[in-house]
């Protein structure tokens, strides 16, 4: 889908764009409602999807989706809603629901276990709130953790699952990379990258720009590539 490497606001709006693709295409492949559901709940767009189901006839989905769901009471009948999809193995639609009952981190907790496609979290979780938010980056630092691991794993048997250790860092220090950058820390980006071996000015220019499309350049204080 896209780079788990989006950041910052500019990120969020490529993840927006490229849903909004993904959308239009599924629903005229299928014609189903439920099939783009997911994607038209994290765009904000409700009412796009009420006009779909209008079109599929689906009264009982457009009577719920026209409910108020700033009143607490619809979003616990959509949380409810959630887990009894889950239980019938619709993971993408719970996830949807769960979006209904303002519950990112538990959409995205649904998508990163049932989903094979594990950018589809990330990817949700970046259109909803930023790819900077706390859901966001919660999921960098679990991907972190298992590079982390899976790396330790590798030094053991010099190979995991065919890739390397050293992949497994260098896929670890990116995703920290991203981390610093998007809290506006160079000095900190610029070292996670550095730690994996040497960095040329190509780099630190990369991590620079990283940090001025969030609106908080310090370069003058990157450390020394030298």
Known sequence: LVSRA?????????????????ARAEFSAT??????????????????????YRSCSDNKLVGFLSR???????????AKNAYALLGQHRFRLAAAFFLLA???????????????DGQLAAMIAAIVEGADG????????????????????????????????????QSCAWNLCVLHACAGDSNAAAA?????????????????????RLGHSNRGSLISNK
């Open 102 to 116: 303002c519950n990112l981190k538990e959409a995205v907790s649904v998508l990163k276990q049932k989903e094979p």
């Open 6 to 22: 989006m950041v910052g606001k500019q990120g969020a709006l490529v993840a927006r764009a490229v849903a909004e693709r993904i």
């Open 134 to 169: 706390d859901v966001s980056k919660g999921l960098m630092r679990a991907e972190i953790e298992s590079a982390e691991r899976r790396a330790a794993e590798a030094d053991e048997s010099q190979q995991a699952g065919g890739v390397s250790a050293e992949q497994h860092r």
């Open 192 to 212: 996670a990258l550095a730690s994996r071996g040497r960095m040329d000015a190509r780099a630190f220019d990369m991590v620079d720009a990283m940090a001025r």
């Open 68 to 78: 108020d769901f700033d009143e607490e009471k619809n979003r616990v009948a959509a």
């Open 31 to 52: 014609r189903k409602a439920e099939d783009v559901a997911l994607w038209y709940l994290a765009l904000g767009r409700r009412n796009v999807l009420l006009g779909l």
